[in-house]
């Protein structure tokens, strides 16, 4: 079985990882390189694991998760389209067999708040793994006078702690924000169809998903 070690060390996915935070930053956006995929890698079998799931399902998810922004490489518009479909050709070069590479295109191909929802266990893990990193560590701009909206929130967030509670079925995202920076509201007004989505995944994988921001649950 084609494993996240085989991933990491394949030169084509490292170059398209590469290639899509290099367009990313001319653009303008936060960080979706090495950083934010290890940690949506690492997050995404973390939540299949602690629900007891399969080792299997397990190292998909983290594939999954470390393939799921190389679509940034073809353009940001509909990267998760892009990247589901490159993921699957590279995957089939690597000769992972189709059935695995359908589920991570899949998971891959629904990532994105725009255009996708939870389709399977990965697909669900991916996302609330993926939306949860929100983190002043992900803002490339270094000039606080540039910010935009994005820049912000995520340089507000001074701590961000994801949970999940098997007992409980629960899946809880406690953040730190730094109101002189970024009103709460504002967070809403970025993330509220991130935050949807997250609620809609958690419930595919039937636990629940609190947001807790300030010491106060207000989802």
Sequence with gaps: MITLEDIKKNEEVQELIVGAQKQLNVLGYTEHSIRHITIVSNRAANILRELEYPEERIELAKIAGYMHDIGNSVNRVDHAHSGAILAYEILKDMGMDVKRRTEIMMAIGNHDEQTGTAVSDI????????????????????????????????????????????????????????????????????FMDRTMMSKYAAKYLHIWFELIINGTKLL
């Design 123 to 190: 697909s669900a893990a991916l996302i609330l793994a993926d939306k949860s990193d929100v983190h002043r560590d992900r803002v490339v701009n270094t000039n606080m006078s540039t910010f935009d909206k994005h820049d912000k929130v995520n340089y507000a967030v001074t701590n961000a702690d994801f949970k999940i509670n098997k007992e409980k079925r629960l899946a809880s995202l406690d953040l730190t924000i730094d109101t002189k920076i970024c009103p709460v509201l504002d967070y809403f007004e970025i």
